[in-house]
């Protein structure tokens, strides 16, 4: 069985990184009856540097030309489309960073890169289609929601931080109406006021406003009393959850109980870090577990906890359509096969502050001395936090942008120590890499979760020669069906 009685997906495969859940990804599963994702995070960037490649196989360009907004089309590929691509030295032309009031073309890129995302996931088929945010990187959220809604999004998941807000978000999205999302701004006092992203859809020039319909929303969460806080109250209570554990690829939940360093450096986490599906059941919404659950037993396990199915993602992060670079996708699956991959939790990369898992590749910024070569700078923003000057204006800051900017941004020097610039280098993983006029090609970052279980069970299953394998094939492994 695929699914429950109810239709609902026993799989979710994970929304992960700077499009490595891209839409080819997410279309393979969702074709399966599986709810495939894509990462919602710097669409905006990826839609752009896209175009600037020339749009292999024309595909932006064919969604670009269903979106609603008159005259959007053209005024993004004017901006960003090089018909031939750019050359392999140029860089990419930049993108304008979002601050609490962004310029109406960055509204516009953002709405159209995310209804572009969406829709050719979701293109030709009818299969679930859902796509993640990080509540962290805010300021784009609400433009991004409308976006992927305009498309036809069937779920929204968000996780690295409360998304307490966007139930009442995306029900004021799919009736076209005015949302406020607040925004955290660091410094700021109950005498500054409230500080809040504004969009009201009405503003755009959409001559016949299609009917939109409100997809389900899934909290990610780490732990049973946020889950229960989300739940308790109408006005935050999602449609469901995913749970992640802390083996779980990209951004983790830092430890409940004090901080603690094993030998490497890594955060120690303890039992008041896991949640059984059973403390899950209790809540009585839907729940899929992440974070070595991406087996057939763990699939087992939690459907017998209660749980609606799992959510994987190192076994799609390595499949053959996912949106990571070749370079570093059949590195990996080499050492796994050889069961040598090294992920580790580091504490300090990530600019947000939460414990983040990078795996250990020469020449990537796992390398402290690939990460002691490069010139800081932070020319994308998308990880930036708003900040009260002294004034009382807003200003915006970066643990990884220039040690002596983020001190004269009011940041604490001891705050850039290790922090990584997640913006370029994710981006170079999924083959975006800048390149510098000075000739340097900004590094990648790898980030997977710590078990490589089902990655090996799969590669171990290949037809002789062949490097990887297919996301159908992922599917079929969790669902028992070995024929792949």
């Not at 996780?159 to 949302?179: F, K, Q, S």
């Not at 969460?221 to 889950?227: E, F, G, K, T």
Request: some cysteine; proline content about 8%; glycine content about 10%.
């Amino acid at each position: 069985m695929t699914t429950d009685d109810s239709g609902t997906p026993r799989i979710i495969q994970g929304g992960m990184g700077v499009a490595i859940s891209s839409w080819p990804l997410a279309r393979a599963v969702s074709r399966t009856g599986q709810l495939g994702v894509v990462s919602g995070t710097a669409l905006e960037i990826v839609c752009a540097r896209r175009l600037q490649q020339g749009d292999p196989g024309g595909h932006v360009r064919r969604a670009l030309a269903h979106f609603p907004l008159p005259g959007a089309a053209d005024r993004i590929l004017r901006t960003y489309y090089v018909p031939d691509g750019k050359t392999p030295r140029a860089g990419y032309r930049p993108v304008p960073r979002f601050t609490l009031n962004p310029s109406a073309a960055l509204r516009e890129l953002t709405i159209a890169a995310n209804f572009v995302e969406v829709f050719l996931a979701k293109e030709n088929h009818d299969g679930p289609v859902g796509i993640n945010y990080l509540r962290k990187i805010e300021l784009p959220i609400p433009f991004a929601c409308y976006g992927a809604m305009l498309a036809g999004v069937d779920h929204v998941l968000m996780g690295a931080g409360n998304p307490a807000d966007l139930p009442l978000l995306l029900d004021r999205l799919a009736r076209h109406e005015p949302v406020t999302l607040p925004v955290r701004v660091q410094g700021a006092t109950s005498a500054d006021g409230d500080f809040a992203i504004h969009f009201d859809p009405r503003d755009l020039a959409i001559d016949d406003r299609p009917v939109l319909r409100r997809p389900r929303f899934d909290a990610i969460v780490a732990s049973v009393d946020l889950a229960t806080a989300l739940a308790a109250d109408p006005t935050t209570r999602p449609d469901g959850f995913v749970v992640e554990g802390h083996s779980a690829g990209g951004h983790n939940a830092p430890p409940r109980g004090p901080r603690r360093l094993d030998a490497q450096g890594q955060p120690l986490y303890d039992d008041r870090d896991i949640v059984e599906p059973r403390q899950m059941a209790g809540i009585g919404l839907p729940f899929w577990m992440a974070g070595s659950y991406g087996t057939p037993s763990g699939l087992t396990d939690a459907l017998a906890g209660g749980a609606a199915g799992v959510q994987v993602g190192t076994a799609f992060a390595l499949c053959r359509e996912s949106g990571m670079a070749d370079e570093y996708k059949y590195r990996l699956l080499d050492q796994a096969a050889r069961g040598q991959v090294d992920v580790r939790t580091d504490a300090r990369v990530s600019p947000t502050g939460f414990p983040f898992k990078v795996a250990q590749l020469a020449g990537t910024l796992s390398d402290e001395q690939v990460y002691a070569d490069r010139q800081r700078v932070c020319d994308l923003g998308v990880l930036r936090s708003a900040y009260r000057k002294p004034d009382g204006t807003i200003g915006y800051r970066c643990p990884s942008e220039p040690t002596a900017v983020y001190q004269r941004h009011g940041g604490r020097p001891a705050n850039t120590v290790g922090r990584r610039c997640l913006c370029n280098a994710l981006l170079a993983t999924a083959d975006f890499a800048q390149q510098r006029p000075s000739g340097y090609t900004e590094p990648a970052i790898v980030t997977t979760g710590a078990d490589y279980t089902a990655v090996h069970d799969l590669i171990a299953q290949l037809p002789a020669g062949d490097r990887t394998y297919t996301a159908q094939a992922v599917v079929s492994y969790l669902l028992g069906d070995q024929t792949l």
